[in-house]
């Protein structure tokens, strides 16, 4: 029995021990006022300063962002010019090809049309050497040659 009195008073002795740790930190920040305003401005400027930073960061990111979508932007509107020039370029060559396929139908038309024109004179020029070979020769000559052909 009498160690378990014993025991039982060292468990009383530790527990006031510890608080009497307690109440003396306790004590010392109430006896010390000074440091515990300290300690509290300390923790205000820490969380002042770890917000700043993360707005600092944002911002910092937001920027970043809005950069690279200028870029993007400007490298958009760089490809679409190049693109366009390209357009046009094909469209000139497209256009200058269809004029020359025009101007060549247009000469092979006009070749064409001489070709007939031509002709046309030849057959005239041959009906009037038939008719003045035919005005030269009598009727009689003609009927005795037409004779000696039957």
Do not use: W, Y
Request: aromatic residues 2%; positive net charge.
């Amino acid at each position: 029995m009498a160690r378990a009195q014993a025991a039982k008073e060292q468990q009383t002795l530790e527990a006031a021990k510890r608080a009497a740790q307690r109440s003396k930190r306790v004590a010392g920040l109430m006896l010390n006022p000074q440091k515990l305003e300290d300690q509290k401005r300390e923790r205000a400027r820490q969380a002042c300063a770890k917000i700043r930073e993360e707005k600092e960061q944002q911002s910092a990111a937001k920027a970043a962002a809005d950069v690279a979508k200028l870029r993007a932007e400007a490298e958009r509107k760089e490809h679409s010019a190049k693109a366009g020039a390209a357009a046009r370029e094909r469209l000139r060559e497209r256009k200058a090809e269809k004029l020359e396929e025009q101007r060549r139908h247009a000469e092979l038309a006009s070749l064409q049309q001489m070709e007939a024109q031509r002709a046309a004179e030849e057959q005239k020029l041959l009906k009037a050497e038939q008719r003045r070979l035919r005005n030269e020769t009598s009727f009689f000559d003609r009927a005795v040659a037409d004779g000696m052909k039957a």
